[in-house]
T-cell receptor, first 111, second 113 residues
Framework: GIQVEQSPPDLILQEGANSTLRCNFS?????LQWFHQNPWGQLINLFY???GTKQNGRLSATTVATERYSLLYISSSQTTDSGVYFC?????????????FGKGTHLIIQP | KAGVTQTPRYLIKTRGQQVTLSCSPI?????VSWYQQTPGQGLQFLFE???????NKGNFPGRFSGRQFSNSRSEMNVSTLELGDSALYLC????????????FGPGTRLLVL
């Protein structure tokens, strides 16, 4: 099946810093989503971005489908940005439509 | 619109018992998917239902099953619980299929003793 790798696995930054999270995937995709998992476990949608670039406030994302990677940018980090960020994809072709998740990036923003 | 809701939020069971978890999708959404999250295996796809039919299935044993009702609400059942079934179970809904944006509920934390 499709493989999803996220880097870095852990990231510690000071408040106000910028960060870039990367997601590599091994095959074509029909769906790519970025999530932030809150301390209670809920996955919060950040972006649906199988290709192209999107921005939402301090967050933006870019997916280059032909090169099989996606980037999540967080600017001017705040302590509330702390948590685990997941990239998840649905493989292209006629296979199952379940999301395959990466292992996540654990982001800690220190005041 | 109300988001995806899941009940119960927390559950404690003992080995050998069975458990049923419930998920109500966003109004108008007809596809419901289930995922399991454990520290060791991460987030894994269990199955997806659409129009009361299981349309996709992940790599889980037959002890894991589910169903969907005509109002799109879904339940999943785990029979003969094992310690390794302790996990956060997440439900997601989308309008038609998993290739669209999937919206997740708050999850059910299951502890098997």
């Amino acid at each position: 099946g499709i493989q999803v790798e996220q880097s870095p696995p852990d990231l510690i930054l000071q408040e106000g810093a910028n960060s870039t999270l990367r997601c590599n995937f091994s095959d074509s995709v029909n769906n790519l989503q970025w999530f932030h998992q809150n301390p209670w476990g809920q996955l919060i949608n950040l972006f649906y971005i199988p290709s192209g670039t999107k921005q939402n406030g301090r967050l933006s994302a870019t997916t280059v489908a032909t090169e099989r990677y996606s980037l999540l940018y967080i600017s001017s980090s705040q302590t509330t940005d702390s948590g685990v960020y997941f990239c998840a994809v649905v493989a292209g072709g006629g296979g199952a439509d379940g999301l395959t998740f990466g292992k996540g990036t654990h982001l800690i923003i220190q005041p | 619109k109300a988001g995806v809701t899941q009940t119960p939020r927390y559950l404690i069971k003992t080995r050998g018992q069975q458990v049923t978890l419930s998920c109500s999708p966003i109004s108008g959404h007809r596809s419901v998917s289930w995922y399991q999250q454990t520290p060791g295996q991460g987030l894994q796809f269990l199955f997806e239902y659409f129009s009361e039919t299981q349309r996709n299935k992940g790599n889980f044993p037959g002890r894991f099953s589910g169903r969907q009702f005509s109002n799109s609400r879904s339940e999943m059942n785990v029979s003969t619980l094992e310690l390794g079934d302790s996990a956060l179970y997440l439900c997601a809904s989308s309008q038609i299929n998993g290739r669209e944006t999937q919206y997740f509920g708050p999850g059910t934390r299951l502890l098997v003793l």
